[in-house]
């Protein structure tokens, strides 16, 4: 929840693949007799599914701090849907290159109902946000001050702030001829102000422009001298235009309106011509500051003919504007969850367990060479994973370590980690991928620190983004070179890994150790590629796999054996494993879907998808795992991935799924991260065939159950710390 927690590629516009006609059947895929009207649109199911976040913040059994935090993760996921998937409908019809998607809509339609629905959905956030958030926060003593209620005393305080720390850093622009309308920076806090009277120089053009620094805190907390008992803050926007006057001395202000402007985000780069991807991304990255505008918002006091002046002045239609009551900015308002140190308003904290195999073992190595081992994040620590890296690193019997990064955090162990190995002598292999979106800075300087202490840095293959996630590591033991292997769902993201449920793999199993090799040389080598044994990559058999393994439900229960499916994965938008879905529920396959955020699947409709039932389920953790469970005749077949089953996950990037094979194992992930979400008495937002959700009815909080089952709500721990490597936990079998 971007919470900073949730970033969608935009891939096509509509959904379709590179080279295929909307909505057309890939050769080889399932020929069900589709219509446009079997299909969801993904930019409105995104929407739906940000509503949903917001639901969170209105239920009164989620902390009130961690509710004010679901409110601005769907603003700044909302942010996102702007730059990124808004951004990519308007540049089509910008350019004249709009089409039909394969539910029937064309661009310029889509872009009305966006309008239509992003607008209410805005609506919604200042309505919960003045209505009920900071009321109820108010009643706790925690408040957020408006400009009126300020005591002398207070304001006494915040006119010094301003004079000490906001002031000398603000540069007021007034609009004349030398002085044009100056460029804003995208999302960044702005005022336009209008002013009667002369200046200095006699010039009385009447508006002029404040940009507001990213440097400056939006929300200041006051000192207990002048706050008492209490909480209070103020925004640093409510600061500004308090004093605004003194920013146009001798001027007298009428109005002062806060605006906000929302840019396209994708960066462009000609795969065809760019000689060094680094050096194009660099250059890019500028320009993505002052790109094409998507959205501008406004205060709901401003005057018509400023807000008229603005959207000519970023060249959008009325439908692009924003009137907000409150914040132009309300995601701003998630610091308050850190700023407050009140744990009865917030989750308890969670100290996730380490497996016992790993708890205890004086070699890991050893432990994983012994058997699979399993880690399901938050529950279980992702500690095991940064101490294998720098085991690895100062091992003297370690000779390499191949690692994919893709989202990482500032300061980051793992990162660390490689840059002692390679300092040791080792060869350290880094597939860094410059285009995740929004961490392009990031992984540049990443880039370059690696490649500073001799680490072998590349960056994958140019028009793919690599986003397997996967670590390599090359050990010499009595009997010859082994390998040990670690792949994930998620990525090597320690902070993430404490708010996002996925899961890890450890094994030293042969077969996926020299798959893994296989892919790592396809990312930094040249050749023809070579059949792996058990993992499954895109862009090369990934989709076929799992087509194939659809449509083989489909024929056994044409044949009247059991059938099964059950998928869980952040979003099903690829139209071709849709078809597939549907080819198998009128098949009569039994098919659970449980997609987090945005799902084109409409199920229930007589003969085409009455089989199919899509839960989203959304709580204190985001769900990102990406796993598929196959009835296989009986085998039960288990898959984990770094895919969601999206045309940009399948065709445009490189992935891989490997099985969980050891039968304790599997049957933990069936029961840990499947079977729990699928009960009638769990707590899920059930899609309908309308596009909408309906929450059930059930009072079962899976993720709060798994907490309780593994012993990590003081119910059930053991007290030695620990989990074992598999097993059955208690979970309900299939």
Known sequence: ????????????????????????????????????????NRE????????????????????????????????????????????????????????????????????????????ELVREHYEVLNNILLPLLAA?????????????????????????????????VGLDPSHPFPKILNKSLNFIVIVEGEDAFARDTGLGVVQVPRALPRLISLPPSVRGNELAFV????????????????????????????????????????ENI??????????????????????????EKVVRLLRQRFELDDADVYRVNGPVNVGRLGVLHDMVDRPDLKYPLLTPRVPRALARAEDPFAAIRERDILLHHPYESFAPVI????????????????????????????VAALVEAARNGKQVVAVVELRARFDEAE??????????????????????????????????EPDGLVRYVHMGTGNYHARTARSYTDLGFLTADPRIAEDVHQVFHRLTGLGATRPLQLLLDAPFTLRQEMRRRIEQEAEHARAGRPARIIAKMNALTEVNTIRALYDASAAGVKIDLIVRGACCVRPGLPGVSENIRVRSVLGRFLEHSRLFYFEDGGRRAVFASSADWMS???????????????????????????????????????????????????????????????????????????????GDHGLRSI
């Open 1 to 40: 929840m971007a919470n900073g927690n949730n970033a969608n590629d935009p891939g096509s516009a509509d959904g379709s693949e590179a080279g295929n006609e909307p909505g057309a059947p890939e050769r080889g895929a399932a020929q069900y007799e589709t219509a446009p009207e079997h299909f969801i």
């Open 44 to 119: 409105l199911s995104l929407l739906e599914f940000n509503r949903r976040v917001l639901a969170q913040a209105l239920d009164e059994s989620v902390p009130l701090l961690e509710r004010l935090r679901f409110l601005t993760i769907s603003s700044t996921n909302l942010d996102e849907f702007f730059e990124v998937r808004k951004a990519s409908h308007q540049e089509r019809l910008t350019l004249r290159s709009s089409s039909i998607g394969f539910d029937g809509r064309s661009t310029h339609q889509l872009l009305e109902d966006i309008a239509t629905e992003a607008a």
């Open 140 to 172: 706790e003593g925690i408040k957020v001050l408006k400009r009126q209620l300020w005591t002398p005393a207070q304001a006494s305080w915040i006119s010094g702030f301003f004079g000490r720390e906001v002031e000398p850093i603000l540069t007021p």
């Open 235 to 274: 925004l640093l926007s409510s600061i500004i235009h308090a004093h605004v006057e003194t920013l146009f001395p001798g001027m007298r202000v009428v109005g002062c309106h806060q605006f906000r402007v929302t840019r396209n985000s994708e960066l462009w780069v000609d795969d065809e011509e760019v």
């Open 278 to 303: 680094l050096e194009a991304i660099e250059g890019e990255l500028p320009e993505r500051k002052y790109a094409e505008a998507v959205r501008l918002e406004v205060a709901t006091d401003c005057p």
């Open 387 to 414: 101490d294998l890296v720098r085991r690895a690193a100062s091992d003297p019997d370690v000779l390499a370590i191949k690692q994919t990064l893709y989202r990482t955090e500032r300061n980051s162990a793992i």
């Open 443 to 476: 992984n540049i300087d990443l880039a370059n620190q690696l490649q500073e202490i001799g680490a072998q840095v590349v960056y994958g293959i140019v028009g793919y983004k690599t986003h397997s996630k996967m670590t390599l590591i090359v050990r010499r």
């Open 648 to 726: 940009r996950n399948l065709y445009r990037r490189v992935e891989t799924c490997f099985p969980i094979l050891d039968p304790e194992l599997k049957k933990r992930v069936i029961e840990e991260d499947l079977l729990i979400y699928l009960g009638d008495h769990v707590a899920a937002w059930e899609l309908q065939a309308d596009g909408s959700h309906v929450r059930t009815g059930g009072d079962l909080d899976p993720q709060q159950e798994i907490l309780r089952k593994m012993g990590l709500l003081g119910e059930m721990n053991d007290g030695d710390g620990d989990l074992p490597t598999g």
